[in-house]
């Protein structure tokens, strides 16, 4: 009976070691390789985080040509586990939509989708679901990326730079539910999203943007 009390004692010393050396890879910081303070957009995602109580968070800067490596090349300069972890924040608009801003989170005719790149975006899904929330007929839902220049308008974000997080307006986030399966894997798991600079990434563990995000929902279907 000691036995078993000392095995489980131990077993739990390893988890706490391995949980904090998860938490030391992603306290709030900002890597340094490539220099420079917080830019104006990257304190806008900063304190954005902060505001949704998210401070276990990691901006890091990649080189300019980021966007021109695979999604490999990636993985390997932000370490991630998998090509899985990699992620994109996307403005959605219902152009039907019976309200003309966000404030109705069932009905909003802005959403921010947070998906992986190694999955593709399935808009019905996203207006089924939708609807079944708002409870219009079909003629009130039509989904579509809303254009670079409204983007921008509302997030204050330019492409490949847009974040959930820090935007002009506050906008509802729907999580794919299969990012969450990320955590079958590992407990852990962290994902990448923009920073508010096209070289600028933010790390946030899964569990953590679950728990802060509108909706979580299956919105997308693997490539």
């Known amino acids: 009976e000691i036995m078993d009390i000392e095995n489980k004692a131990a077993q739990l010393e390893s988890k706490l070691e391995k949980l904090e050396q998860a938490l030391d890879q992603i306290q709030p910081q900002i890597e340094q390789e490539y220099g420079g303070d917080f ?5 806008r995602v900063y304190r954005g985080c902060l505001d949704y109580g998210l401070d276990r968070i990691c901006l890091k800067r990649a080189p300019e040509d980021y966007y021109d490596w695979t999604l490999q090349q990636r993985r390997d300069f932000l370490k991630c586990k998998s ?5 994109k924040s996307l403005i959605v ?3 039907r939509c019976v309200n003309d801003d966000c404030s ?4 909003s005719r802005y959403y921010v989708l947070v998906m992986q790149y190694t999955t593709k975006y399935m808009s019905y899904k996203l207006e089924n679901f939708i609807r079944k929330l708002g409870k219009l007929s079909r003629k009130h839902y039509k989904f579509r990326f809303a254009t670079e ?15 959930p997080f820090g935007t002009n307006v506050k906008i509802p986030i729907i999580l794919a539910e299969s990012i969450v399966s990320l955590l079958e894997e ?3 798991s962290i994902i990448w999203l923009g920073g508010g600079e096209v070289n600028t990434k933010l790390a946030i563990p899964v569990k953590d943007i679950m728990q802060i995000a509108t909706y979580v929902h299956d ?3 693997p490539k």
């Open 93 to 95: 608009e219902n152009t």
């Open 83 to 87: 090509t899985h972890n990699l992620c």
């Open 186 to 188: 590992d407990e852990n």
């Open 149 to 163: 220049e409204t983007s921008l308008k509302i997030t204050g974000y330019s492409y490949n730079s847009v974040s």
């Open 39 to 43: 830019t104006p957009n990257e304190q």
């Open 104 to 107: 109705d989170v069932a009905n």
């Open 219 to 221: 919105i997308t279907d």
